[in-house]
């Protein structure tokens, strides 16, 4: 069972409410919040509204102060890693070489092994939006049906779901985030928002995605 929106939302703010933290634990997840932030997984104005309407919250205050830092991306960055204390930077720049590189030669199982060295469970929604991206941009508006990025990507991530490397959470939250950047895909591939209905259909055949459900 995983979290929707609204139930993350719920819980970083039973974080916040709790007064009962010590001065270290505020600390820990002042800086925990601080980092959802820079990671996307909370909107700024999260904090924001947070400390407006509950002025003098440690938690939210320790939060708004690392974020207002000089250079606060990077140094939050670092703060406990994506996965293995590297920068997300850095993570996210080996994701976009390895998925060209499988665009080029279409090995799975080389594919596969580099994405569990990375050790980045929790950080696979970026590997699907920046895979799809990537994709998209390949096959831009030459894009067929017939061997292209967006197939290979599609037959990737079924590969790894089939092998238990990415979880279908994963894989939805990337399509989730793809949906709310698409007026800004569309600039540079008109065709995104069709090119994403396909992938997303190719996904749910390949068993990265749950069956639609039809009410009868």
Not at 185 to 194: C, F, I, N, R
Request: net charge negative; glycine share 6%; charged share 25%.
């Amino acid at each position: 069972m995983f979290l929707v929106p609204h139930q993350i939302l719920w819980t970083f703010k039973s974080f916040s409410l709790n007064n009962s933290y010590n001065v270290l634990l505020q600390s820990m997840i002042g800086s925990f919040l601080a980092r959802a932030v820079v990671d996307e997984v909370l909107p700024p104005a999260f904090l924001s509204n947070r400390n407006n309407t509950h002025p003098g919250d440690g938690v939210v205050e320790k939060a708004v102060s690392l974020l207002s830092r000089e250079h606060c991306t990077a140094r939050l960055e670092k703060v406990w890693g994506p996965g293995d204390g590297r920068p997300v930077s850095e993570l996210k720049a080996e994701m976009d070489q390895l998925l060209k590189e499988y665009l080029l030669s279409r090995e799975l199982d080389e594919a596969a092994s580099c994405i569990r060295e990375m050790k980045a469970s929790h950080f696979h929604h970026e590997l699907v939006k920046r895979g799809v991206t990537i994709a998209m941009e390949e096959d831009g508006l030459d894009h067929t049906s017939n061997s292209s990025s967006l197939d290979a990507m599609a037959a990737l991530f079924s590969f790894l779901v089939r092998n238990a490397i990415v979880s279908e959470f994963q894989v939805s939250k990337g399509i989730s985030r793809l949906r709310k950047i698409l007026p800004d895909l569309k600039l540079d591939v008109p065709a995104a928002p069709a090119m994403l209905d396909e992938f997303e259909e190719m996904a749910r055949e390949g068993g990265c995605l749950p069956a639609k459900t039809t009410n009868c």
